[in-house]
C-alpha cells in the first residue's frame, strides 16, 4: 500500500485551515505566523519574569493568568494542526510536532502534581515551556537552509571534529610530559582537558604550565587554536554558498506538513503525497 493511500480526507474548511497555518505565502497565512510569533515571545517573557522572585511575589495572579491563556492557545493552535493534516500521528511525531506538545504539557502536568512535595518537580516541569521559543524556528525560511547546510556539511564537520579530537589527546598526553605533576598536570585526562580549554582560546587559568617548554608548546597550541576554529565556520559557509541559488517554495504537504519543496514540485518528497 503506498504512503499516498494512508492520507486522511481532507475537507474543504480544512485544507483552507492548512494553507493558514502551515503555509505564508497568503496574506491570512503571514497574519497567522506573525501573530503566533508574538504568542510565543510573549509567553517565553512571562515564563522569565515568573521566575524572578521579587516580580512573582507582586504579579504572580497575572502571571498565572496569562500563563493558562496561552497554554489553552496553544492548545488549541496543536489540536488544528492535527486536524487539517492528512497523517497527524505523522505530525504529532515530527520534531515541531513533540516541541508543540512540550509548549502545553508542563501547565496540564502542575495540576496532577500539586502539592508541597511536589513543588520542586512542578519547578523543573515549568522551564520545560522554555521550548516554546523553538516553535519560532519553523517559521525563518532561512532556517531551512541553514539546516540544510549543516546536514549537507555533517560528515567534513564529523572528520574535522575527529582531527581535533586527536589532536587534543596528542596535545595533552606531550603536555603531561613535559610539565608532569609538579605544574599541576596530574594525569593525562587533565592534561587533555587543559589542550581543550587552551585550543579553544577559553583559557580558563586553573591549570597552566610553569616550565619554559611548556610555555612554549602552550603558545603554540593557542596559535593552532585560533586557525582551527575557522575551519567549521568556512566547511558551512561554503556549503551555504552552494545551496545559495536553491529556491523552494512555501508550500507545505496537507498529508505530512513537510516543507522545502522545489517551485515546481507536483509530489511531497518526504512522504509522496500530491501538494
Known sequence: MSSAENNRPLSA????MHEVIFEADTAPGKLFDVLLILSILASVVVVMLDSVTWFNERYG????????AFTILFTVEYGLRLSCVGRPLRYATSFFGVVDLLAVIPTYLSLVLAGSQYMLVIRILRILRIFRV?????????????ARALR????KITVFIFGVFTLVVIFGSLMYVIEGKASGFTSIPRSIYWAV????TVGYGDISPQT???QLFSAMVMILGYSIIAVPTGIITAQLVRDRNVKVSTQACSS????GHDPDAKHCKHCGAAL
Do not use: F, H, P
Open 152 to 155: 549537507d556539511s555533517r560528515r
Open 197 to 200: 580549554v587552551t585550543m579553544t
Open 13 to 16: 474548511w480544512q485544507i483552507k
Open 134 to 146: 523553538l516553535k519560532l524556528v519553523n517559521y525563518l525560511r532561512e532556517a531551512a537552509t541553514l
Open 212 to 214: 619554559n617548554l611548556g
Open 61 to 68: 495572579t497575572l502571571l498565572y493568568t496569562l500563563e493558562w
Open 256 to 259: 505530512c506538513s513537510g516543507e
